[in-house]
T-cell receptor
Framework: AQSVTQPDIHITVSEGASLELRCNYS??????LFWYVQSPGQGLQLLLK??????LVQGIKGFEAEFKRSQSSFNLRKPSVHWSDAAEYFC????????????FGGGTRVLVKP | EAQVTQNPRYLITVTGKKLTVTCSQN?????MSWYRQDPGLGLRQIYY???????DKGDVPEGYKVSRKEKRNFPLILESPSPNQTSLYFC???????????FGSGTRLTVV
């Protein structure tokens, strides 16, 4: 069965500093991997996705993520954080079974200090 | 604008009173799914649909029903809601696994 672990529940970062969110997954085949962001009171917005090809993927809002098969990781990064990046971030692995089921990690809440 | 629309956004109801949360997508997606989000438990799949008239249970289907009579609509039905169904619900649609899902804005349901 697929699973996703986000080791950090909370991260606090200063505005302008870099951000890295960790994600480790367990899946039997080549995974489809996603990062979503959820702002307070909002739905989930897709930041970026990986399913094949270049292991460094670019997303919206200046985010990027790197797929490392050897480490079963898909970490999210942003070089310079803005106050508007304060939100909860979810890593997810997708499968073709169960209606394209997404299995989510527990989420990482990002707080941005002025 | 491509989107998934859920209604209502907020709902407070009493135990046992049947309710329906509607979901509609305008992207002609084959796949649709319902998730619930709970503190400490994350997002869990309730039901999914792979096409019209094709639905199946997800991880937490007890107490819920769905139907897919048209491609664009995928309502979630709670025939006899109970307090443990108090949660934040998301409907989502997808064209294929590698694209992930587009989510609606959510429905916050409180059952008293």
């Amino acid at each position: 069965a697929q699973s996703v672990t986000q080791p950090d529940i909370h991260i606090t970062v200063s505005e302008g500093a870099s951000l890295e969110l960790r994600c480790n997954y367990s899946y039997g085949a080549t995974p489809y991997l996603f990062w979503y962001v959820q702002s307070p009171g909002q739905g989930l917005q897709l930041l970026l996705k990986y399913f094949s090809g270049d292991t460094l993927v670019q997303g919206i809002k200046g985010f990027e993520a790197e797929f490392k098969r050897s480490q079963s990781s898909f970490n999210l990064r942003k070089p310079s954080v803005h106050w508007s990046d304060a939100a909860e971030y979810f890593c997810a692995v997708g499968a073709t079974a169960a209606g394209n089921k997404l299995t989510f990690g527990g989420g990482t809440r990002v707080l941005v200090k002025p | 604008e491509a989107q998934v629309t859920q209604n209502p956004r907020y709902l407070i109801t009493v135990t046992g009173k049947k309710l329906t949360v509607t979901c509609s997508q305008n992207m002609n997606h084959e796949y649709m799914s319902w998730y619930r989000q709970d503190p400490g438990l994350g997002l869990r799949q309730i039901y999914y649909s792979m096409n019209v008239e094709v639905t199946d249970k997800g991880d937490v289907p007890e107490g819920y029903k769905v139907s897919r009579k048209e491609k664009r609509n995928f309502p979630l039905i709670l025939e006899s809601p109970s307090p443990n169904q108090t949660s934040l619900y998301f409907c989502a649609s997808s064209p294929a696994a590698r694209y992930g899902y587009t989510f609606g804005s959510g429905t916050r349901l409180t059952v008293v």
